[in-house]
């Protein structure tokens, strides 16, 4: 077969569904139509995933169309790489293995953008974990190894599946995204993330992406036991035993209600004074409460609405005496201001 035929020329077309991934729907074109996918066309598409860069002269552009691709692949890339300018973290990567929702996979059949975004876990809709193995041979899939039908290797149809309840935190992060401005989603995936978010304001993908890249920064002064300075990209300097990965304290954080984040910005202060022993000293004195300090100056409440609760908790937390430390009556009351 041409691996250049175009696709009018095929009997059967897939139509774009609002909220299908690109590379899902490019998977279904050979297969809808009775054929294997030619492996220049899957190396190219796979090619594009890895390195989220569609040029003119790759196979799947010179098969589809290069104007046809393009608007569709910068309309993901907006939203699933957009520190695209920057060193991304290991973290920021589309997801090396295709996602699915057994639940969904059911109904529409396609594989949707937002399983592909980083960190989700979850379905927003059916708050089952998303999976990525075959419950038949137990393989994980990979795009090369899907057949027509969303089927495995093995045969067996990922819809077919036990699905397994998600954590509340997992499913919780799952539809704040679902719920930012630039969401590419279905109204049916919109409609089920009204709600979750702990702020009124309209806000991007990218607004929960870098909160919670600051979220793992400040997590990373105050734990690190290695302190060579801040820079740009320190979050992602490998150090062993460091957290490379935003985890619950970081999800927690950005997800809680105001309430939620003035207990967790105590508890860490809590914890930082019983973990360094430095409940009967001038918090002022502490070079990482000082890095603390400085780091607040570059998450900015104009530019990102998802950090004034979060920003609003430290500072309520850092002006309250003993840092509300109960037992410290020597302590003096805690602040990050410099001297």
């Given at each position: 077969?041409?691996?250049?035929?175009?696709?009018?020329?095929?009997?059967?077309?897939?139509?774009?569904?609002?909220?299908?991934?690109?590379?899902?729907?490019?998977?279904?074109?050979?297969?809808?139509?009775?054929?294997?996918?030619?492996?220049?066309?899957?190396?190219?598409?796979?090619?594009?995933?890895?390195?989220?860069?569609?040029?003119?002269?790759?196979?799947?552009?010179?098969?589809?169309?290069?104007?046809?691709?393009?608007?569709?692949?910068?309309?993901?890339?907006?939203?699933?790489?957009?520190?695209?300018?920057?060193q991304a973290?290991?973290?920021?990567?589309?997801?090396?293995?295709?996602?699915?929702?057994?639940?969904?996979?059911?109904?529409?059949?396609?594989?949707?953008?937002?399983?592909?975004?980083?960190?989700?876990?979850?379905?927003?809709?059916?708050?089952?974990?998303?999976?990525?193995?075959?419950?038949?041979?137990?393989?994980?899939?990979?795009?090369?190894?899907?057949?027509?039908?969303?089927?495995?290797?093995?045969?067996?149809?990922?819809?077919?599946?036990?699905?397994?309840?998600?954590?509340?935190?997992?499913?919780?992060?799952?539809?704040?995204?679902?719920?930012?401005?630039?969401?590419?989603?279905?109204?049916?995936?919109?409609?089920?993330?009204?709600?979750?978010?702990?702020?009124?304001?309209?806000?991007?993908?990218?607004?929960?992406?870098?909160?919670?890249?600051?979220?793992?920064k400040v997590?990373?002064?105050?734990?690190?036991?290695?302190?060579?300075?801040?820079?740009?990209?320190?979050?992602?300097?490998?150090?062993?035993?460091?957290?490379?990965?935003?985890?619950?304290?970081?999800?927690?954080?950005?997800?809680?209600?105001?309430?939620?984040?003035?207990?967790?910005?105590?508890?860490?202060l809590r914890?930082?004074?019983?973990?360094?022993?430095?409940?009967?000293?001038?918090?002022?004195?502490?070079?990482?409460?000082?890095?603390?300090?400085?780091?607040?100056?570059?998450?900015?409440?104009?530019?990102?609405?998802?950090?004034?609760?979060?920003?609003?908790?430290?500072?309520?937390?850092?002006?309250?005496?003993?840092?509300?430390?109960?037992?410290?009556?020597?302590?003096?009351?805690?602040?990050?201001?410099?001297?």
């Amino acid at each position: 077969m041409n691996h250049h035929v175009a696709p009018e020329t095929f009997p059967i077309r897939p139509v774009l569904r609002e909220g299908e991934s690109l590379g899902g729907w490019c998977w279904q074109l050979y297969p809808a139509n009775g054929h294997q996918i030619p492996s220049a066309t899957r190396s190219a598409l796979l090619l594009i995933r890895a390195t989220r860069i569609l040029k003119a002269d790759n196979a799947l552009s010179q098969l589809m169309g290069f104007e046809r691709l393009k608007p569709l692949h910068e309309r993901e890339n907006s939203i699933i790489d957009p520190w695209s300018g920057q060193q991304a973290p290991g973290w920021y990567a589309w997801s090396k293995r295709p996602r699915f929702c057994i639940q969904c996979a059911a109904v529409c059949e396609c594989h949707l953008v937002y399983w592909d975004l980083p960190l989700v876990s979850a379905c927003a809709v059916h708050g089952c974990l998303l999976t990525t193995r075959c419950h038949s041979c137990r393989r994980y899939w990979s795009w090369p190894t899907l057949k027509r039908g969303w089927r495995c290797v093995c045969g067996a149809r990922i819809a077919e599946g036990i699905d397994q309840k998600a954590p509340d935190l997992e499913l919780r992060f799952s539809k704040i995204l679902c719920a930012a401005a630039d969401a590419l989603v279905s109204p049916s995936v919109k409609s089920a993330a009204v709600g979750s978010s702990p702020i009124d304001a309209a806000y991007q993908t990218r607004d929960v992406y870098e909160t919670l890249w600051w979220l793992l920064k400040v997590r990373r002064v105050l734990t690190d036991k290695v302190q060579g300075g801040i820079s740009k990209y320190w979050p992602m300097v490998k150090r062993r035993g460091a957290r490379m990965v935003p985890g619950s304290w970081e999800k927690a954080s950005l997800m809680g209600f105001p309430d939620t984040i003035n207990r967790k910005a105590q508890q860490t202060l809590r914890w930082f004074s019983k973990e360094f022993k430095t409940t009967p000293v001038d918090l002022r004195s502490l070079e990482r409460l000082r890095d603390v300090e400085r780091l607040m100056h570059e998450l900015s409440v104009e530019r990102n609405p998802m950090a004034g609760s979060i920003l609003n908790a430290i500072e309520r937390a850092r002006r309250e005496p003993y840092a509300g430390i109960s037992g410290g009556v020597d302590a003096i009351q805690p602040s990050f201001e410099s001297h």
